[in-house]
């Protein structure tokens, strides 16, 4: 459990992040600013990556988070960022964050 709250904390921090990043802003803001993109994609790649070293048996205790697409994710942030939607990621971070920061501070606790 304490690498799993190493990541935990991690996570937790790129959300927070994220979360001043993109305070205030709609999408369109977000669309235009290519220097608050840059930063909430470097935060969701560590925020990805930390949640690919969290324990299987902490994912099996979250079901309702989508372990496997914040897994792909990552993959398209390192291996196909040609290929990044920003739209797309506006729409992850403002409806999906909640949701796994809430996961993230109940572990936590």
Same mark, same amino acid.
């Given at each position: 459990?304490?690498?799993?709250?190493?990541?935990?904390?991690?996570?937790?921090?790129? @959300? #927070?992040? @994220? #979360?001043?990043?993109?305070?205030?802003?709609? #999408?369109?803001?977000?669309? $235009?600013?290519?220097? =608050?993109?840059? +930063? =909430?994609?470097?935060?969701?790649? =560590?925020?990805? $990556?930390?949640?690919?070293?969290?324990?299987?048996?902490?994912? $099996?205790?979250?079901?309702? *988070?989508?372990?496997?697409? *914040? +897994?792909?994710?990552?993959?398209?942030?390192?291996?196909?960022?040609?290929? @990044?939607?920003?739209?797309?990621?506006? *729409? +992850? /971070?403002?409806?999906?964050?909640?949701?796994?920061? +809430? /996961?993230?501070?109940?572990?936590?606790?």
């Amino acid at each position: 459990m304490k690498g799993d709250r190493l990541y935990l904390i991690h996570i937790s921090e790129s @959300i #927070a992040k @994220i #979360a001043s990043y993109i305070y205030g802003m709609d #999408a369109a803001s977000f669309l $235009e600013q290519s220097l =608050v993109q840059d +930063a =909430v994609l470097r935060n969701l790649q =560590v925020l990805a $990556e930390s949640t690919q070293r969290l324990s299987d048996a902490l994912k $099996e205790r979250h079901p309702e *988070i989508e372990w496997y697409k *914040i +897994a792909g994710l990552r993959n398209i942030l390192v291996h196909d960022y040609l290929g @990044i939607d920003l739209v797309t990621v506006w *729409i +992850a /971070v403002t409806s999906k964050l909640p949701e796994l920061k +809430a /996961v993230v501070q109940e572990e936590l606790g």
